[in-house]
């Protein structure tokens, strides 16, 4: 019975590189002409950039998002003793990062509607040993940050923002990162802003821990190259670096895809189809299109069939994940978390998914979801 049909992948960077292959190879035969491979003027330039991108302020490019959050947090003083406040409902390096300085991770709930960081349940979770918090901007929706901040200052918590998966996300027009002590960017190649390898950046207002934070990733090194506190080795190359330029150029027109892609995805799904609610303030920047489902392996099987790609953000939330089962934290104790672990399916969502390919995806949901919940 079946025609030869077309496989949709869940992501794919090939079709973007081919259309701007030719500045890339550029930008790549430059700087390995250029005899300087770290830390060089490349990093710089692209610091700039995107610290224009954001609406001015000081960025660090650094190794990874990983890194970009622990560095963060590491140049905010948060330590071995401290709690650090943060969601289960996000991919397991938000906590790798915290577990790196020494704090203890703190997991809160999320509110249903949003799947983000309930307000609630964040001040329940606060003890005299709460430092910091880290709210997750998840697939690209943003944490209501004005909220966030004002509980924040009340109980002098550091605010470091897990922007990994919300470059280009603004609320009420101001770019997310730019809201806490700290914003920490992912480069990794799905992300919004992908790099061909790892990357990553840390965004703040203040200079005096931009200073700091450039001294962490480069081995606890000032400008003289004299170690004057502990650090490690972070250092965005400068061949990502070259690469993050020329692709935050075009930058605005791949986010303008992105929701346009959201936007057909909400037209063509039936009304039924439960998806996270986003305030109308908020500009999401669907780096993931993500829908709750009845019977999830059952429709999985279905988009398999049809060879449409799909991820499932998250399967096990972090405090149920094996790696952390030494934070005793029982199954129940995060109850909106764990329900929505098992309904939620991200359907494939990037620049270059054609409408076609759309209407394919809205029939296999909206079928599956006719059957009744
Ligand atoms: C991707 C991601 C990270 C980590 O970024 P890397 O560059 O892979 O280290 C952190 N937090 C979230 C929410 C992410 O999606």
Known sequence: MSTAIAAIPAFDYREQFAAIEDEIMAAVRAVLGSGSLILGPRVADFERDFAEFLGGGCTVGVGNGTDALAIAL???????DDEVITVANTAVPTISAIRMVGARPVFCDVDRATLLMDFHDFEARITPRTRAVVPVHLYGHAV?????GELAARHRLAVVEDCAQACGTTIDGRHVGTFGDSGAFSFYPT???GAYGDGGLCFTRRADLAEIMRQIRFYGRDERGECVREGMNSRLDELQAAILTVKLRHLAEHLAERRRVAATYDALLAPHVERPRIAPNIEHSFHLYVVLVPRRAELCD???????GYG????????????YSFLDCEAGTLPQTEWAANRVLSLPCYPELSRDAIERICQVVNDHCQLGT
């Open 191 to 193: 992300k919004n802003l």
């Open 312 to 323: 499932i953000h998250y399967p096990q939330p972090v405090h149920r994940q094996r790696g």
């Open 74 to 80: 590491r140049a905010l003083n948060v330590g071995p």
């Open 144 to 148: 209501d940050m004005p909220a966030l």
């Open 302 to 308: 279905r988009l398999r069939a049809q060879q449409i």
